[in-house]
């Protein structure tokens, strides 16, 4: 059984930066691909960004592509997602999320997720 507990997300301002921590307990693979993806009200969940533990591929959607960091301290079991230049469109509940394989955009790929943390952006 693999658990993923979010952190750090809060309310900022327009422009200001975030970071959200997502730690992985329980089994842990050097295979795992680990993502990011985001809820907004009213709307489909989206992908934000993914990361594979070993290799260190990094793939973002292009609405965060120069704004958005994902990274990963596989010592800590914990991945990251810096969020900088925020804009009031960036606010959603964001997931991590888990797989095993290559990497994926799709949500239906990943097996694991937490359960969630809230980012308010204010204009």
């Known amino acids: 059984q693999v658990q993923l507990v979010e952190s750090g997300g809060g309310l900022v301002q327009a422009g200001g930066s975030l970071r959200l921590s997502c730690a992985a307990s329980?089994?842990?693979?050097?295979?795992?691909?680990m993502g990011w993806f985001r809820q907004a009200p009213g709307k489909e969940r989206e992908f934000v960004a993914t990361?594979?533990?070993?290799?260190?591929?990094?793939y973002y959607a292009d609405s965060v592509k120069g704004r958005f960091a994902i990274s990963r301290d596989n010592a800590k079991n914990t991945v990251y997602l810096q969020m900088n230049s925020l804009k009031p469109e960036d606010t959603a509940v964001y997931y991590c999320?888990?797989?095993?394989?290559?990497?994926?955009?799709?949500?239906?790929?990943?097996?694991?997720w937490g359960q969630g943390t809230q980012v308010t952006v204010s204009s």
């Open positions: 999320a888990g797989r095993y394989g290559s990497s994926s955009s799709y949500e239906n790929d990943y097996q694991y």
């Open positions: 329980g089994r842990t693979f050097s295979s795992y691909v």
């Open positions: 990361i594979r533990w070993s290799a260190g591929s990094r």
